[in-house]
């Protein structure tokens, strides 16, 4: 595996008051806040201990919220093993996600959120945007996640069912779901801590079809606390 000291800073670094050279810049989380456009996702490192609070900063907005284990990228953060671990569609503060081998990855340490959140849905991928009448291409939470692993060394990773922070996704009686506009304002935040060293990828999802994201993609905030 390639480690976080081998690559390098030039790729790695973003100082506070420089432009975004690329549109998959990865980050490391050398400051303490990282802003994700709309649309793209970035990538930041923690050690276990750390804590990171993901805020939507102009409201209205999902994030598919990703976790691997820093030192073997096959262990992720798992919403099936979650489930299971938790007993509920999705952890409440005071509860853990735990991997694919079961093992806690993140702690759900605060919701200032109206705490409506997701772990049912898939990341968006090419194939659901051409489902939906997309001709050519079009910015997925899929593409995000690959990319900016891509960019840190690792070719080849698992897509797992990501954390869908904000996302509003109602279970009816009759097992029907639906997707409902996200009810989150500008600032709503919800802070983890990691319990293991965590590489942590967060996608602005660019959905801009169905009501989820209110058809207009936004940025949000990762911040070291």
């Known amino acids: 595996m ?34 994700v456009p709309g649309r793209e996702a970035r990538a930041v490192q923690v050690a276990a201990g750390d804590r990171v609070r993901v805020v939507d900063v102009e409201g209205g907005q999902v994030v598919d919220f ?31 996600f735990v ?3 079961r093992q806690p990855i993140l702690f759900f340490v605060a919701d200032d959120s109206p705490g409506l959140h997701d772990m049912l849905c898939a990341a ?30 690792f070719a080849r990773v698992d ?10 996704i109602p279970v009816y009686e009759d097992g029907s779901i639906d997707w409902r506009p996200t009810q989150t304002q500008p600032g709503d935040s919800v802070t983890f801590e990691a319990r293991m060293d965590a590489i942590l990828v967060a996608s602005a999802c660019p959905q801009d079809l169905t009501d989820i994201n209110n058809k207009a993609p936004s940025s949000i905030d990762v911040e070291l606390l």
């Open 99 to 101: 991997t694919n081998r």
């Open 124 to 153: 968006c991928d090419p194939s659901r945007y051409a489902a939906l009448g997309v001709k050519g291409w079009h910015a997925s939470c899929q593409e995000n996640l690959l990319t900016v692993m891509k960019q840190l060394g």
């Open 159 to 168: 897509v797992p069912q990501p954390i869908n922070l904000f996302m509003d």
């Open 66 to 96: 990703f976790a691997f284990n820093a030192t073997d990228v096959s262990e992720y953060a798992s919403a099936e093993h979650t489930r299971v671990h938790v007993k509920r569609l999705f952890p409440k503060p005071g509860e853990e």
């Open 2 to 35: 390639r480690s976080w000291e081998d690559a390098p800073r030039s790729n790695l670094l973003i100082r506070e008051h420089t432009s975004i050279r690329t549109s998959w810049e990865v980050v490391w989380l050398a400051r303490s806040r990282v802003v």
